[in-house]
Each structure stands twice: as C-alpha cells, then as structure tokens.
C-alpha cells in the first residue's frame, strides 16, 4: 500500500541557516510522481514541484532544492539560506499509476526565527 | 485564469443546519477533490470526482454529500452540520495523468473556513 511519512513534525531554524526536510515513501508501482506542497501561515497550499520517478535528477530552484533518490524511497527538499518567508507547513505527496488521489504526508511544520 | 475558486470563503452554521460549499475551476481539470484540514491532522480526503457525473468516497466522507454536475463545478453538501465538521475546507483538481489513471499536480483552491455552533 502507498504511504508517505514526514518524520519531522516540527523544525525550528535560525535564518540563514540551510535545512532539510525529509520524505520517505512507499509504493509498489515502477511509474509514480512525488510532490512538495507548501502551506505559509495564510493558508493556502502552494505547489513547489511534481517529479516523475523515472527521473532522479536532482532539482535546484533559487534556495530549493530536491534530492531524489529510489534506492532510499526518499525525496528530501533543502532550502539554503533559509528567510523567515520560508515558514510553513510543507507537505510531501505520492500520485500512483491507478490511483486518482494522492496520498499526503502528515507536513513538517518549518519555524525560521530572526 | 482564475485557477480553482472556492465559495464561501467564511461561514457559521448552528447545528443541523445545511449548507453547500462550491468549487469551480477554469482548467479544464478531469479530477476534482474536497479535503478538511484540522489542527495536527493534516489534510483528509472527503469526496472526489474523476469526471462530469461520477463521485467516490475518500477518507472522511460521513456527514457529507458531493454532485459534480459540470465538469468545471464540484459541490459539497452538509445536509445537517455538527460541531465534528469545523473545519477548513479545501478543494482541488488535477489532470489525469498516464494510462492508468492517476492524478497529476493538485492545485488548491484558497479554502473556506467552517465553524458550527
């Protein structure tokens, strides 16, 4: 059965400081699509990044990045330098060939202090 | 594009009333899906859509009910409110992506904040 654990509830960092956020995943099927979601204090769910899991190339965006790696069932994001903007809660999601919904991670919650 | 706009965005209901929430989205979108997102619990499936006319139940739907008579518009229901339904409700949809049906990149509406008295 799929499944996706966020281990870190909670992380608090200085700003300026780099921190990874951990997603280990579980699935049965060869041809699957991993998500990062970011939810800020106002609410809304902002998509940061779709990637299918033929292609392990890891991603940079700015100050994001995404290390994906099929061996470890793992599809960590880090953000370098981190501002206090980056406070959210961050989701980790899994689409499965099959399946029409995707299953979420419970969400690290991301506290960057001043 | 608007993307997918949720009404209302606010709303207070004494216990047993009804209301319906509404979801629209200009992307064409096959795929349609109403969560709740309580404090801790992160985000639960209630209902969902893969097309004009079809629902499926997801994690949570007692208490609720769902129509998705065009395919841009997703509706839910709760015909009589309780307390256990405070809450914030986000819907989304997607492309269907590949042969076998899975979803592509949720994209969520801004939500609508849900309290009964």
């Known amino acids: 059965a799929q499944k996706v654990t966020q281990a870190q509830t909670e992380i608090s960092v200085v700003e300026k400081e780099d921190v990874t956020l951990d997603c280990v995943y579980e699935?049965?099927?060869?041809?699957?699509?991993l998500f990062w979601y970011k939810q800020p204090p106002s609410g809304e769910l902002v998509f940061l990044i779709r990637?299918?899991?033929?292609?392990?190339q890891n991603e940079i965006s700015g100050r994001y990045s995404w290390n994906f790696q099929k061996s470890t069932s793992s599809f960590n994001f880090t953000i370098t330098a981190s501002q206090v903007v980056d406070s959210a809660v961050y989701f980790c999601?899994?689409?499965?060939?099959?399946?029409?919904?995707?299953?979420f991670g419970k969400g690290t919650m991301l506290l960057v202090s001043p | 594009n608007a993307g997918v706009t949720q009404t209302p965005k606010f709303r207070v209901l004494k216990t047993g009333q009804s209301m319906t929430l509404l979801c629209a989205q200009d992307?064409?979108?096959?795929?349609m899906y109403w969560y709740r997102q309580d404090p801790g619990m992160g985000l639960r499936l209630i209902h969902y859509?893969?097309?004009?006319?079809?629902?499926a139940k997801g994690e949570v739907p007692d208490g609720y009910n769902v129509s998705r008579l065009k395919k841009q518009n997703f509706l839910l229901g709760l015909e009589s409110a309780a307390p256990s339904q405070t809450s914030v409700y986000f819907c989304?949809?997607?492309?269907?992506?590949?042969?076998?049906?899975?979803?592509?990149?949720?994209?969520f509406g801004p939500g609508t904040r849900l309290t009964v008295l």
């Open positions: 989304a949809s997607s492309y269907m992506i590949g042969a076998g049906g899975g979803t592509d990149t949720q994209y």
């Open positions: 699935t049965r099927d060869t041809t699957y699509y």
């Open positions: 990637r299918n899991s033929f292609d392990e």
């Open positions: 999601a899994l689409s499965e060939t099959g399946y029409s919904t995707l299953t």
């Open positions: 992307m064409n979108h096959e795929y």
């Open positions: 859509s893969v097309g004009e006319g079809t629902t």
